[in-house]
C-alpha cells in the first residue's frame, strides 16, 4: 500500500512539473511575442518624461540583465551541487543600493527643474509663443487706432 | 538533457529522470527567455527603436555632451562584465563577493555623475540656452 503510494506521489510530483514547465514556457513566450508585435512598447523604455534616453535607466536595465544572469546561473550551479538559493553578499546588495539611490537622486533633480520634465523644442516653442504674445500686446497698446477704439467704448453712455 | 549530459547517472530511478528532464525544460525555456529578451532589447537599440538619442547630452537645454554621463555608462559596464566573468568562474552555487574596490569606484562614479548634475542644474553652470536668452 505505502509502496503505491510513493508511486502515486511520485507521478503526481512528475505531472505537477510538466505542469510548471509549460506554464512558464507559456508565459515566457506570450510576453516575447508581445515585444515583438509591439504590444508591449519597448520604445520608450529609456526615455525620461522630456523625450530624451536617461543614463540611470540604462544603468539600471544593464544590472537587471547581469544580476538576472547571474542568480540564474548559480541556482543552477546550486542545485548540480546539492545547495539550494544562492545567499546575496553584502556587497551585491551596496551595489544595487547605489545604483537605486543614483537613480531617486537624479529623478529628484530632474523633477525639480524645467529642463528636467520638458523636451528643448517645447521649452523653445513656448518661449516662441510668449515672445509672439507680448509682441502682440504691446504693439496692440500703441495703435492709436485701437486706443481711439477703446476710448470710445469707455466713453459711450450706458444704455440702462 | 542539457545540463546533465556531463553526467550519467545510470542507477536513477524513473522519478529522478522524470525530475531532471523537468529541470532540463525549466533550464531551456529561462536561458531562451533571458537569450531572446536580451536580443531584442539590443536589436531594438542598434535599429533605433529604442531612443537613444540624448542619452550622453546634457539636459540643461545645451546639448554638449557631458563626460560625467560617459564615465558613468563605462564603471556600469565595467563592473557588470567584471562580476560576471566572477560568476561564470564560480565553481560552487553561491554568489560571489564584489571587491570593496569596485564598489568604491562605482560610488565614486555615480556620486560624480549626481553632483555634477545637481551642479549643473540648481547653481546654473553650463550654458543653459533658456538663461542666456
Given amino acids: 500500500m505505502s509502496a503505491f503510494l510513493m508511486t502515486m506521489n511520485s507521478g503526481l510530483m512528475t505531472v505537477c512539473g510538466y505542469i510548471v514547465c509549460g506554464f512558464v514556457g507559456a508565459i515566457g513566450a ?17 526615455n525620461e518624461v522630456n523625450g530624451t534616453a536617461s543614463m540611470s535607466r540604462l544603468q539600471l ?17 546550486g542545485t548540480m551541487s546539492g545547495g539550494g538559493l544562492p545567499d546575496i553578499p553584502n556587497g551585491v546588495l551596496t551595489l544595487l543600493g ?18 528636467g520634465v520638458t523636451s528643448p523644442r517645447e521649452r523653445t516653442e513656448a518661449l516662441d509663443t510668449r515672445t509672439k504674445g507680448a509682441t502682440e500686446a504691446a504693439a496692440a497698446n500703441t495703435n492709436p487706432v485701437v486706443l481711439a477704439k477703446e476710448a470710445i467704448v469707455m466713453n459711450e453712455p450706458k444704455q440702462d | 538533457m542539457l545540463i546533465f549530459a556531463d553526467h550519467p547517472a545510470p542507477s536513477l530511478n524513473r522519478y529522478q529522470k522524470n525530475t531532471m528532464r523537468i529541470l532540463s525544460i525549466l533550464h531551456f525555456e529561462v536561458w531562451s527567455f533571458l537569450c531572446v529578451l536580451g536580443g531584442m532589447i539590443v536589436y531594438r537599440l542598434l535599429t533605433r527603436q529604442i531612443d537613444m538619442g540624448g542619452i550622453f547630452a546634457r ?62 542644474m540648481f547653481a546654473g553652470k553650463g550654458t543653459n540656452q533658456e538663461r542666456i536668452r
Fill in chain 1, 61 to 77: 536595465l544593464i544590472f537587471t540583465f547581469v544580476i538576472a544572469v547571474s542568480f540564474f546561473e548559480l541556482v543552477e550551479k
Fill in chain 1, 98 to 115: 547605489i545604483s537605486a539611490s543614483t537613480y531617486a537622486v537624479g529623478k529628484g533633480i530632474s523633477y525639480s527643474r524645467t529642463e
Fill in chain 2, 59 to 120: 539636459k540643461d537645454g545645451s546639448e554638449a555632451a557631458s563626460p560625467e554621463r560617459i564615465q558613468l555608462l563605462l564603471s556600469t559596464l565595467g563592473l557588470s562584465v567584471q562580476y560576471l566573468g566572477q560568476v561564470w568562474h564560480t565553481p560552487d552555487g553561491k554568489m560571489p563577493e564584489i571587491s570593496r574596490d569596485w564598489l568604491m569606484v562605482f560610488g565614486g562614479s555615480s556620486g560624480i555623475y549626481v553632483g555634477v548634475k545637481a551642479l549643473t
Fill in chain 1, 30 to 46: 506570450t510576453i516575447l511575442w508581445y515585444i515583438w508585435t509591439d504590444k508591449i512598447d519597448l520604445c520608450g523604455v529609456l
